[in-house]
């Protein structure tokens, strides 16, 4: 402790001394730590023995000089400076701007600060921005007016080591949402709970179109935090006062709903650029975005909430501003979760693309998550009442249009007004369409359908202008932040468009962006939940002839070292040890290849012993389709004589099979997986299953019939992230119940 | 002898077990107003599994029981603010507080005043609450003023779907339809005031006397289509709007000083569905 208190001394001295000469030097000394959010100690990154990182702040025109002390025993580390214009070098993507910086080694930071605002940074290595590598950089205007502020980053805990949470995405594993649904009734949605809420139709509809529960977010979390804290106060301020807060969102994957108990919120600033003023009763912050938001605290002796609830409504954090008894704020309700799923019914198409009933949706103006919000579209009822019946005639244009649905205002991105002309100058366009593709069950997250390692640089030329038109069908909305640029969103404010470097879109959304080609050198673009990012979603942009970055001097094996990011190979592991034999299956899959070895293992010879291993590749963009090749070995002791033929007559080899095989398996609506294969004896097996039917929230139902006349049914009910109880009965190795394990 | 004991202490153990185990006890003052807020005061603390409460009516005084192992007084009081009561700890939301019922609206002691400093420009507060204000305009000139700022703010309240609040502003609109000047009132428009006084004073009470929101809207739309002969007759001082929903009772108007939709009839529900019919001037 009182190492770190030096060195956080030692930082803010050299900080003090060098502001005379504008420079302003930090130094950051990055170290594990252990946290305890929970009351259980878990691993964290520190950054001078703080989370999150120190707030650091600087004046336009200096000169920022940041030391970065990886103090770390094993792990490389990075730091990027979010929203920055600054020399390419200096960025601080490893391997693709900056070089890593390796354990116990010191690195420079050094460059101009030719903008002002509120801007953040983080570790752009591996899941370190998540574990604690978060902070605020703030820039103040050169003559500023004095004004009451305060810096606060938002954040999300979860107890489990996040390379795990990335593992379970990639998994289709329900865990986080049976946690879920321990905090809100239906969060699973299963049938029970489907039945419950009288959405039965909805959840066969949704089962149909092959959709697994749907979800605003993918991961449970067992804290928010407001500066690391669930609760922090700033009894500073008096009533009468406007405080100007700097909002950050340095979350990996959470949205968080804004409120405040005072008085209105009023947006000045997004993204480190100035808004002309729009007061709103509360906005939702994307993750990665910041805004500068103003409040006023109506009257003293008071501490007003100003709250910031995960877009899932499962917890919130707060930050109490002035001193006395506490005035919350209206938390928000419970989402509706089955009239969201009634909603994506009508969106999606059986093929898996979304359609937009001709809404042209674009800035967050049509939410069909309003669909959920209990505030905005009444408290969950069944169909029928007066106020749908009345919705009915309502225009499709306004149907989802928070503003108009209710008295409560929302901000949205077209009421985003720049304060000065932001036309680009007069150059040729270079106009690029990005569709947003991916899909849940697999956790596939792409941009016109292709990850950064499937795809080269995006090459553009240095004065020309760069038009973006995003479109979003997937299911999920995206944060897309660009590096080193602002782009404009073009939002109907004409020349003045807002500036901004992080965009959400929504599903079913088409955004457009501009910005300048005024740099060189590698710039990425991504997607910033880090579990899409880290799962490909993204492009770089590359500027023609760009002059030679110093940091990475042998380019080819820096650029194949990043794109390693996207290729991670995920494992996971099930096994049923039940009193009838051993059932289980393994997997290693990346975006598209997946390795998958099943095997049941009866106690003797005649219940017999059986694996089958498959290679194979999605090759369609839902990636429903599967074709494969496989090795299936088995053993079973017959009675003598007895003789099986499975239904096209040909005769079983299940005593002693060892054969190749060729197979297809492809996802059917109601998500069940046909699986058609003929092996290299010339027998042929066709097989339907489904896996996983969420019975109630923590009971699932599994079957599976084939063409060789053996079939399976079983339960298994989920009792924690690793153990569930199970019960099959199997046509080889009848009844049986036990324990199922999986990683 | 000693089995007995044993057993007995066994016995007196289980039944501690059955309440709250490490047991912490505080007092507290909780707002509320009589016996008939009683039940939600107990039961937002009963939220909490590890907590309960028992209140007093008289004191407002609340014996809160916690397992101090498992939760906080804090987190006890907090349940109990958000059902609507203040206390030591925490103010309940105003929307919250809003949807009590009448007889539950306490005077909000606990709550500070907020100070008149000319930053109201942002701070028009919670969601809630955000409608204009109508009184706050200088419209005092019009012999109707106090009548129509009373249904306004009746019309304002069936808007925030707040059947208490509505209800004490048609008792106020009693008051303000007692109170009109009718020598000040134009010939013309002081005889239509004279056939439409004592529905609308009757109407007015009923709204005053009704606890459910969906009553109130009815009434409302018989206050509306009373009150709107009277002002056509010979204004109110204000330009007024006119304004229709088709779905209400098969169609209902309303009067309203903004042309912005915000339907008295059904709220959240469907804010802005209508139309404006007329412009009064």
């Known amino acids: 402790m009182k190492k770190v208190c030096y060195l956080l001394y030692a930082a803010l001295l050299s900080a003090a001394a060098a502001h005379a000469q504008k420079t302003v030097r930090y130094d950051l000394y990055v170290t594990d730590t252990m946290v305890n959010y929970t009351g259980k100690t878990k ?17 336009e025109g200096d000169t920022a000089l940041i ?11 990075s730091l990027h400076w979010h929203g920055l214009i600054l020399p390419n070098r200096y960025d601080g993507v490893p391997y693709l701007t900056t070089a890593p910086i390796k354990a116990g080694e010191t690195h420079e930071y050094r460059f101009p600060l030719v903008q002002s605002g509120t801007y953040w940074y983080h570790s752009h290595t591996g899941h370190q921005q998540q574990n604690g590598m978060h902070g605020a950089f703030i820039i103040h205007k050169r003559q500023q007016p004095p004004m009451k502020e305060y810096t606060l980053i938002l954040s999300e805990w979860t107890d489990m080591h996040p390379g795990n949470v990335h593992r379970r995405l990639h998994n289709a594993d329900d865990w986080f949402a049976i946690q879920k649904s321990k905090l809100q ?28 529960a749907m979800d605003v977010s993918d991961v449970y979390y067992d804290r928010f935090l407001t500066n690391g804290q669930p609760e922090i106060q700033a009894p500073q301020f008096k009533g009468g006062e406007t405080v100007k807060l700097h909002v950050i969102n340095g979350s990996a994957t959470t949205y968080f709903w804004l409120q405040f108990a005072g008085s209105k919120l009023t947006v000045t600033a997004s993204d480190g650029m100035d808004v002309t003023p729009v007061p709103v009763d509360r906005m939702i912050i994307g993750t990665a975005e910041t805004f500068d938001i103003e409040v006023t605290l109506p009257a003293d002796s008071t501490a007003y909430e100003f709250l910031a609830t995960a877009e899932d409504r499962t917890r919130s954090t707060s930050l109490w501003l002035g001193n006395g008894i506490k005035q919350l704020a209206l938390p928000l309700q419970p989402l509706k979760y089955f009239e969201g799923m009634k909603m994506m019914n009508d969106m999606m198409k059986l093929n898996g693309t979304l359609n937009d009933m001709g809404m042209n949706m674009s800035l967050q103006q049509m939410d069909m998550n309003v669909v959920m919000y209990p505030e905005i579209t009444g408290p969950g009822n069944k169909s029928g009442s007066a106020a749908q019946a009345h919705a009915g005639k309502h225009t499709t244009n306004n149907r989802y249009n928070s503003n108009t649905l209710s008295n409560i205002v929302t901000l949205n991105y077209a009421m985003l007004r720049a304060p000065q002309k932001t036309t680009l100058p007069q150059a040729p366009f270079k106009e690029l369409r990005f569709e947003l593709t991916g899909n849940m069950n697999r956790y596939t997250w792409t941009i016109n359908n292709k990850t950064v390692s499937e795809t080269d640089k995006i090459m553009i030329k240095k004065g020309e202008n760069v038009r973006l038109i995003l479109y979003n069908n997937s299911m999920m909305r995206h944060p897309m932040h660009l590096h080193g640029h602002f782009f404009r969103i073009v939002n109907g404010q004409g020349d003045y468009a807002p500036l901004k470097n992080v965009l959400d879109i929504m599903p079913m959304e088409t955004d457009t962006l501009e910005f300048a080609g005024t740099e060189d050198g590698d710039w990425f673009f991504h997607c910033h939940i880090l579990y899409h990012m880290m799962s490909g979603m993204g492009r770089v942009f590359s500027y023609e002839n760009s002059t030679p970055n110093p940091e990475l001097p042998d380019t080819l094996k820096a650029w194949k070292q990043f794109l390693k990011e996207d290729k991670g190979i995920h494992f996971m592991a099930q096994n049923d040890f039940a009193s009838n034999g051993n059932d289980g299956e393994a997997m290693l899959q990346n975006t598209r290849w997946k390795l998958q070895a099943e095997w049941r293992l009866g106690y ?4 017999g012993y059986e694996s089958e291993v498959h290679l194979g590749r999605y090759i369609d963009r839902m990636q429903w389709l599967f074709p494969y090749i496989g090795f299936d070995w088995r053993y079973r002791k017959m009675e003598e004589g007895e003789m099986e033929k499975n239904i096209f007559g040909q005769a079983n080899t299940k005593d002693q099979r060892a054969a190749v095989c060729f197979g297809l398996q492809y996802t059917l609506p109601w998500l069940l997986v046909a699986d058609g294969r003929i092996d290299t004896d010339g027998k042929l097996r066709m097989q339907l299953m489904r896996e996983d039917i969420p019975v109630s929230s923590r009971l699932r139902f599994n079957f599976m019939v084939n063409s060789d006349k053996e079939y399976m049914a079983g339960f298994r009910y989920v009792t924690n992230k690793f153990l569930s109880l199970s019960t099959h009965y199997d046509s080889d190795m009848g009844w049986g119940a036990g324990i199922t394990l999986n990683y | 002898m000693k089995a007995i004991l044993f057993a007995l202490s066994i016995a007196l153990g289980s039944a501690a077990s059955a309440q709250i185990k490490h047991a912490a006890t505080a007092t507290v ?47 006890v009081l907090k349940n109990i603010a958000l059902a609507g009561y203040d206390n030591d700890q925490y103010l309940a939301p105003d929307a919250v507080y809003a949807q009590l019922p009448a007889c539950c609206q306490y005077t909000r002691t606990a709550k500070k005043a907020p100070l008149t400093n000319g930053a109201s420009a942002h701070t028009s507060a919670t969601a809630s609450s955000s409608s204009h204000s109508p009184a706050a305009e200088n419209t005092a000139a019009h012999a109707l003023a106090p009548v129509i700022n009373a249904y306004l703010l009746v019309k304002d309240a069936l808007v925030n779907s707040a059947a208490s609040e509505a209800a004490t502003q048609a008792k106020q609109l009693t008051a303000a339809l007692a109170a009109v000047d009718m020598k000040a009132l134009a010939h013309e428009q002081h005889m239509v005031w004279m056939k439409e006084k004592n529905s609308l004073t009757e109407i007015a009470s009923a709204i005053a006397a009704i606890n459910s929101l969906e009553k109130q809207r009815v009434q409302f739309a018989a206050l509306s289509a009373h009150l709107y002969p009277v002002v056509k007759a010979g204004g109110a001082g204000r330009q007024l709007y006119y304004q229709h929903c088709p779905m209400f009772e098969e169609g209902a108007d309303w009067l309203s000083q903004e042309k912005t939709v915000r339907n008295p009839y059904y709220g959240n529900q469907m804010l802005t569905c209508g139309k404006t019919t007329e412009t009064i001037p």
């Not at chain 1, 970065?68 to 580390?77: A, F, P, R």
Request: proline residues 3%.
């Open chain 1, 604 to 607: 003797n010879d005649m219940h």
């Open chain 2, 29 to 75: 003052l909780v707002h509320g107003n009589n016996e008939q807020c009683k039940p939600t005061i107990e039961a937002a603390a009963a939220q909490n599994q590890y907590a309960s409460a028992s209140w007093n009516s008289a004191n407002h005084l609340a014996v809160i029981t916690w397992d101090s192992t498992r939760t906080t007084l804090s987190a």
């Open chain 1, 185 to 212: 009734k239906g969060a699973t949605q299963s049938y029970a709970e489907a039945i419950r809420a009288g959405h039965l139709g909805t959840k066969v509809t949704n089962e149909w179109k092959r959709m697994t």
């Open chain 1, 43 to 59: 691993m964290a990154y520190a950054v001078n023995g703080h989370i999150p990182m120190p707030t650091l702040t600087f004046t």
């Open chain 1, 67 to 77: 030391y970065v002390h990886n103090q770390l025993k094993h792990d490389e580390t």
